[in-house]
């Protein structure tokens, strides 16, 4: 069994810094790709980024130049770093991985952004 713990998530400032991880522990072998979404309230769970095990990245459109997601290597925390938030980021983030080609999700860390 695989589990997926973040943290990081708080209050912050709109234009202020955050950043995220997620702690992958159990039996991995593989680890396909792994993934940040995020929840606002009241809406639905949309994809923020992604990185893969060979390291290549991919992110939405409105996080883009400013949110990072990396990793140091294939068995190490993802990261995520929020930079320039605005109350739009205001959501709860997941963690999610494919590893060992099943999917797993963290419990969720919230983000909330005053202006």
């Known amino acids: 069994q695989v589990q997926l713990v973040e943290s990081g998530g708080g209050l912050v400032q709109a234009g202020g810094s955050l950043r995220l991880s997620c702690v992958a522990s159990?039996?991995?072998?593989?680890?396909?790709?792994m993934g940040w979404y995020r929840q606002p309230p009241g809406k639905q769970r949309e994809l923020v980024a992604r990185?893969?095990?060979?390291?290549?990245?991919g992110y939405t459109d409105s996080v883009k130049g400013r949110f990072t997601i990396s990793r140091d290597n294939a068995k190490k925390p993802v990261y995520l770093q929020m930079n320039s938030l605005n109350p739009e980021d205001t959501a709860v983030y997941y963690c999610?991985?494919?590893?060992?080609?099943?999917?797993?999700w963290g419990q969720g860390t919230p983000v909330t952004v005053s202006s």
């Open positions: 159990g039996n991995i072998d593989s680890i396909i790709v």
């Open positions: 990185i893969t095990g060979g390291g290549s990245t």
């Open positions: 999610n991985g494919n590893i060992n080609w099943r999917e797993y």
